[in-house]
DNA sequence: CGATCAAGGAGAAACGTATTTGCATCGAAT
DNA sequence: ATTCGATGCAAATACGTTTCTCCTTGATCG
């Protein structure tokens, strides 16, 4: 007697496990594996025997049992910073949204799940990160020295960032080029005739607000204009349009404006209106927005994308690639050009068909 | 010498196993697990030092192994319908990611990881699917006798699904009331002026157009209007116009509008200027939205939310409730109720200040 | 003084799979 | 006729936990 037919005997419950497969098939559990993994060698006349009568029995390989044997769970980590209960910021909502929707998609495109993880500054971390098995994970915006990538680098955990690490150790990393975004909408619009632009930023010390809000400095110095541009907390949802409203009540007001966070186009527009500023007459404007809603606003609002469709499946193609050791050549750094939309708000004189005439200023 | 003390020589490679922790602290493996998990009767002594070891050791429990002995994961499963390589269908957007925000959250929230998973139509469903051990799953909107749903109930996995699933044997439902939904957009156009009500609708025959269209329809006769109405593949981007020019140019055209689908606000709004009509002034629009486009638009349009974020945190505290077998005595059946926003595109005579002053009929 | 009991902890059996090793059998080659 | 390699499959082991059962040791009580 087989042991397979042994323990046939013994349990009557649950659902079907590999051992009750061997026993009707009449086979033993390794030939049952050999042949549901295409593995061994078998004679085609037992494997199709074998598949049968598992197929006849709703056998399902169970998950855990072949992730603690191989070390493989087919799940991939994606960590979305959370600011209080909700993840991903309010006023990031559409980038990150997008990341994880390309994300999920590649993922499952070469066999693997997505799971979507609490960033560092949770409560219950520890419980959650480490009740599930990773085989990998992308971070977004990882902090210098982020606690969570330093434990997961110490588990042998590959991670992926989205943004430069720093020296955080990362197998990886994607990101755009934030100063080249920066210039290359100063040269838009000073080529739309701007003759001083402004520049709404944010205070927090993240990557991309330090980044691109050096990039203007510089770009300021390097053509002779004075910097013009207000801070505020970019991840206070209300604090945006009062910044905005600083920014054109300065005596030096500008007649171009590129907000770095995706609230600043409609909170910029308001204001011109309050202050009677015709967009793109009086004021041209930018923002860096993934959302839709610009092409509705009026004036339309030319907009910067960072491209997260393509940042979310580069990072899962990267941290796949590291997963299973194989070395693409491609570079452990990609840079993820971004694109400029233009729209209404910052063409001097566009087909004026959907503008609106110039209007009395009002009380917005 | 303790078998953990023997196996402590036999093996000095990868990360630290509960029975090196065993080793290092003098005790057996039984007391390592009860220390760290808070079970067994041991002095805080005791408890206290294998913790320390632990810590020591940057011990940390395998997933995998836990899983497979106590038949949990600590992993929920929520399927979002994919059409092509993306998940989420384009339309809905903003409303999928609502309730992945929403789910994510509340599962979090309780100590569990939502992994999100494709829907039926997905080329290697069987592989990821079952690659990944769940203690539930949160189906959006199952089509009769779905194949996952079936599946996943044959193997005891409970199911909890956002919208009514028939006779798809499902734990526990929520959905909002879609009938009710329809009624109350056409009091309130109604009681705005309206006076012919036409509706946007689509073709698909899944559950929230097929009730919304007969609520129309009932409606229709409940009041003795004829039914004026244009279908369209809602899943197709650009059908969305052609559909709303339709509406517009008809001989029995309506002074008021319903759209069931998120791009219906923008291109009615589009359609109406079109044909030289003012909105509100000469239509009446409402459309079923989550998007915030619509408070920037010229005019903002007054928008149905079919609350995804209470959709998203109820289904997956009754797939948690579920799963951890309590009765919580909360029906099992969930009606999210809508929330409809009004703005300027359903009010004949708001206060004027922010909309545009009529305007000629132009090529938009 | 022997029996009872509680506290503290050790042993060992699962959980369900993948994999390594090894045992037969059989045809062909020496 | 013996050896040999190839073929087809079974047994056993390991993956790392949790948990059920049981053992030991002092202390308490009748």
Redesign the interface.
Known sequence: MTAAANHNLTRRLG?AGIRDVAAAAGVSITTVSDALNGKGRLPDATRLHVREVAERL?Y?????????RTGR???IGLTVT?YG????TFTE?AYF?EI??AA??AA??R????????GSS?H?VQ??W????LDGTVVIDPAEHDPVVTELH???VPVVSDGNPGSTPVRAWVDNDHEAAVLKIMEHLTEAGARRIGLLTGTSTDTYTRLSTNAYLAWCESVGQDPVYETYRAHDACASAGAADRLLSRPDRPDAVYGLFDPNG?DL?SAARRYGLRVPDDLLLVCCSE????????PPVTTLSLRPRQIGTTAVQLLIDAIEGEDTGAPLQQIVPTELIVRASSQRRPAR??V?PPRAP???
Do not use: K, M
């Open positions: 659902r709703g399902r390989p169970s998950a855990a049992a072949r992730t603690l769970s087919g799940l959370t209960d909700e993840p991903f909502f949204a994880v929707r999920t998609s499952l495109d066999g693997y799940a997505l799971v979507i993880l609490p949770q219950c419980d959650v480490s009740n599930v098995a110490r588990q042998g409609t527009l959302s839709d809603a610009y092409t509705a606003t009026d068909s959907t609106s009002g009380r917005g």
